[in-house]
């Protein structure tokens, strides 16, 4: 049982990060229509979902990444990037990001049904904490008030 409140805690967190960025990139509202039909996806189905999923984060990743703005660069580091190293930066960032939370939904229902939960159960925890984690990091983004 430790296991479960452990993985719904960094569930919570996980996903309120992954709502930050999402209201940081300002996405529009198909890439939120898109994130929710795979948390639903995975809350409902668990680890077989991942493989689909995954395809579906890049697909949104991708369309993210190239729809966003160029950047300019970076500079004020010991070192210089240019817009192509921030963007490439920023696409394997992102990337990594969106399969780090796809795992963790899907592991976190795993742990759940060993649990003794339910599987309607377990859909209904996975998906109010993923969705409750979206909406906290999106209120947490003070750029949009």
Do not use: C
């Not at 452990?6 to 939120?32: K, Q």
């Not at 930066?89 to 990594?96: A, K, R, T």
């Amino acid at each position: 049982m430790y296991r479960s409140w452990f993985g719904l805690i960094t569930l919570l967190v996980s996903y309120a990060v992954t709502g930050y960025l999402l209201s940081n990139y300002e996405a529009t509202a198909a890439i939120w229509l898109l994130t929710e039909i795979i948390v639903v996806y995975l809350a409902w189905t668990g680890t077989g979902a991942i493989f689909l999923s995954i395809a579906g984060g890049i697909g949104i990743v991708g369309i993210g990444v190239l729809t966003a703005d160029l950047p300019y660069g970076m500079s004020g580091l010991p070192f210089n990037l240019n817009a192509a190293q921030v963007w490439a930066i920023d696409l394997g960032f992102s990337l990594f990001w969106a399969i780090l939370v796809i795992f963790q939904l899907a592991f976190t229902t795993h742990r759940l049904k060993l649990s003794g939960w339910k599987s309607l159960e377990v859909f209904w925890i996975a998906f109010m904490v993923a969705n409750l984690g979206l909406v906290f990091g999106n209120m947490l983004n003070l750029n949009h008030l």
